[in-house]
């Protein structure tokens, strides 16, 4: 005997659920991402873009400027690696976005 399988589209609906749960939306706007996906799309593409510019700004503002004389203050060591390990995370996922993007 042969166990024909079928999802009747769970795959799909795990999608559309998967879609729905990134963008923080409830289970009421299943039905209008199936009918609708544009605006959650463009939602979708507004929120990339925001994360986006909220990376390159704090890359912008750990990298120290040249012209940058300001006072000394003292921190523990603990702390300094502390922000050495986060300036390094987002440079380099700042330096993967940009390999990511197709050249123009």
Same mark, same amino acid.
Do not use: W
């Given at each position: 005997?042969?166990?024909?399988?079928?999802?009747? !589209?769970?795959?799909?609906?795990?999608?559309?659920?998967?879609?729905?749960?990134?963008?923080?939306?409830?289970?009421?706007?299943?039905?209008?991402?199936?009918?609708?996906?544009?605006?959650?799309?463009?939602?979708?593409?507004?929120?990339?873009?925001?994360?986006?510019?909220?990376?390159?700004?704090?890359?912008?503002?750990?990298?120290?400027?040249?012209?940058?004389? !300001?006072?000394?203050?003292?921190? !523990?060591?603990?702390?300094?690696?502390?922000?050495?390990?986060?300036?390094?995370?987002?440079?380099?996922?700042?330096?993967?976005?940009?390999?990511?993007?197709?050249?123009?």
């Amino acid at each position: 005997m042969t166990v024909i399988e079928h999802d009747f !589209g769970i795959e799909q609906r795990q999608v559309e659920r998967r879609f729905r749960t990134l963008l923080s939306l409830d289970a009421l706007h299943d039905a209008n991402v199936r009918a609708n996906p544009i605006p959650y799309l463009e939602r979708a593409s507004e929120r990339i873009y925001q994360l986006e510019k909220a990376l390159f700004e704090a890359l912008q503002a750990a990298t120290a400027s040249a012209d940058d004389n !300001g006072g000394t203050i003292s921190i !523990g060591e603990a702390e300094h690696r502390r922000l050495l390990q986060c300036r390094d995370i987002v440079a380099r996922a700042y330096a993967q976005l940009v390999a990511d993007r197709p050249e123009t």
